[in-house]
């Protein structure tokens, strides 16, 4: 199992640019989510998906959209970079609406310019 | 608004010390309580959870502590190693979503 994996690793942007950053699991988990790590803030919830065609907003989902077509892979998508998108975001998987073990992925560190 | 007020930001403690992190909430909706472990450059890894109808979790050296009445949890490190310096976060789950602290960056000196 590669568990929960993303791409790029590292990410610089112009103001306006667009891009999707990449998750896929390979654990059959039903949860997924995204989550943004800035310092002094912890991590904060992005959006979250309860399984295929599901998802939902969390704490902070202005700027991002999501889908998810199918139960390994939940892209995030940047429409229109700004500087305060400027972060780290880790994505995670759950076989069951977290309610047991929480796996994140390694990070993708994105600087919008 | 920050839902887990997490303290203290920063620890440092000597080998075989015992670092106590703290957790409060207000929200009694909350019903799953996790903590995690951040080494640098690398995700978050879940370290222990507690339920709110437990008061004590015990994983080898690892111990949560939950006081509902207060609405404050805690994590102790038994006997800490350097192995053990990282960043830490507690969460608190409402329905489908996880709210995060602060985090707690904790060295410990050999």
């Known amino acids: 199992n590669a568990g929960v994996t993303q791409t790029p690793k590292f990410q610089v942007l112009k103001t306006g640019q667009s891009m999707t950053l990449q998750c896929a699991q390979d654990m059959n988990h039903e949860y997924m989510s995204w989550y943004r790590q800035d310092p002094g803030m912890g991590l904060r919830l992005i959006h979250y998906?309860?399984?295929?065609?599901?998802?939902d907003q969390g704490e902070v989902p202005n700027g991002y959209n999501v889908s998810r077509s199918t139960t390994e892979d939940f892209p995030l998508r940047l429409l229109s970079a700004a500087p305060s998108q400027t972060s780290v975001y880790f994505c995670a998987s759950s076989y069951s609406r977290g309610l047991d073990t929480q796996y994140f992925g390694p990070g993708t560190r994105l600087t919008v310019l | 608004q920050q839902q887990v007020k997490q303290s203290p930001q920063s620890l440092i403690v000597q080998k075989g010390g015992i670092p106590i992190i703290n957790c409060a909430y207000e929200n009694t909706a909350f019903d799953y309580f996790p903590w995690y472990q951040q080494f640098p450059g690398k995700g978050p890894a879940l370290l222990i959870a507690?339920?709110?109808?437990?008061s004590e979790k015990k994983e080898g050296r690892f111990t949560i502590s939950f006081n509902k009445s207060a609405k404050q949890f805690s994590l102790h490190i038994m006997d800490s190693q350097p192995g053990d310096s990282a960043t830490y976060f507690c969460a608190a789950k409402s329905g489908n979503q996880f709210y995060f602290g602060t985090g707690t960056s904790l060295t410990v000196i050999p």
């Open positions: 507690i339920r709110p109808d437990v």
């Open positions: 998906s309860v399984g295929a065609g599901i998802t």
